[in-house]
């Protein structure tokens, strides 16, 4: 029975080839400098084509199976995106199981995301699954060892950037009626963010949906 291999496997495999045959074009190489009949030349010629012929298949294979790497801020609106992709599946709730996605250690690059949370637990999980999810190191969105948090705490972190100058990842924070800040929202492109604030869950929405009283930045 066959197996298929993974990428990290032929990934593993193919660098090593590709190293070998570097050294082997550069003894092709040597041996074409010296020799000293036209046979011998052409004979290490012909050999130092083929390692260029090799070297390039191994590149070539390499290029297909090694996964980019995606930045934090990429990762947050992955996480950010699925849920807007599942809304109609999470549901709002200030209650405890908000917390569910980091206590549940629900990872979006598996198409996991929490059943219930708010707006603020929301996008502190896109930002934790961003980080790493249980790797994730210090709570740098709340100060709370990812175990709790609200806007408050979330506005007692990070740095203040403008709208303008805000990249996906950043949260944008709204005031409420009596101008006091009262809901979070995730910027994921120019002009546009995720908001969990009711049911259905997160939907994506013009920044300026509601007025704007901050944007904190948290990633680097």
């Not at 010296?34 to 012909?46: I, L, M």
């Not at 120019?190 to 009711?198: A, E």
């Amino acid at each position: 029975m066959s197996t298929v291999k993974s990428d990290e496997a032929i990934t593993a495999r193919w660098t090593n080839r590709l190293r070998i045959r570097k050294r082997l074009l550069a003894d092709a190489r040597e041996d074409l400098e010296q020799a000293t009949t036209p046979e011998k030349r052409a004979s290490a010629k012909a050999r130092v084509r083929l390692r260029r012929d090799q070297i390039k298949y191994a590149q070539d294979v390499l290029a297909r199976h090694v996964k980019p790497k995606t930045t934090a801020r990429e990762r947050a609106v992955r996480a950010a995106m699925v849920g807007v992709s599942h809304c109609a599946a999470i549901n709002y709730t200030q209650g405890p199981s908000r917390w569910e996605g980091i206590s549940h250690e629900l990872r979006s690059f598996r198409g996991q995301y929490p059943r219930n949370a708010d707006c603020s637990s929301f996008v502190t999980w896109c930002l934790w699954d961003a980080l790493g999810g249980q790797r994730a190191g210090d709570d740098i969105v709340n100060g709370a060892r990812w175990q709790a948090g609200y806007t408050g705490t979330q506005c007692s972190h990070g740095k203040v950037v403008p709208l303008s100058r805000a990249q996906p990842g950043d949260l944008v924070f709204y005031a409420g009626s009596n101008g006091a800040i009262n809901h979070v929202a995730m910027l994921v492109a120019p002009g546009r963010v995720v908001s969990h604030g009711s049911q259905p869950g997160p939907m994506l929405l013009d920044a300026g949906y509601r007025p704007v009283k901050e944007v904190r930045s948290y990633l680097v």
